[in-house]
Nanobody, 121 residues
Framework: QVQLVESGGGLVQPGGSLRLSCAAS????????MGWYRQAPGKQRELVAG???????NYADSVKGRFTISRDNAKNTVYLQMNSLKPEDTAVYYC???????????????WGQGTLITVPS
């Protein structure tokens, strides 16, 4: 079984910065994809950014140029550096990994518990 633990959320003023982290632990053989999603009140969950094991990244248009996703494969950790935060970035942020287990080598879509980021208007 694999668990994801997120950290780094909180309250930040407009224009400020935060860095989120999400670390995986458990029966891990490999992690292909790592991503960050967010869900604002009354809205659907949306992709914020993703990164493959090869380092290819993709971003939502709304965060391009402000957010940067990176990963540390040795630590099974993904980061999201968020700069120039806006009130519309307020949401619960979730990490999402595609983890291949070291027990049965099946790939499992795994989610973190979510962390709230609030940017007041």
């Amino acid at each position: 079984q694999v668990q994801l633990v997120e950290s780094g959320g909180g309250l930040v003023q407009p224009g400020g910065s935060l860095r989120l982290s999400c670390a995986a632990s458990g029966s891990i053989f490999s992690i292909n994809y790592m991503g960050w999603y967010r869900q604002a009140p009354g809205k659907q969950r949306e992709l914020v950014a993703g990164i493959t094991s090869g380092g290819n990244t993709n971003y939502a248009d709304s965060v391009k140029g402000r957010f940067t996703i990176s990963r540390d494969n040795a630590k099974n950790t993904v980061y999201l550096q968020m700069n120039s935060l806006k009130p519309e970035d307020t949401a619960v942020y979730y990490c999402n990994f595609f983890v291949r287990s070291d027990t049965d080598y099946q790939e499992v879509d795994t989610w973190g518990q979510g962390t709230l980021i609030t940017v007041p208007s």
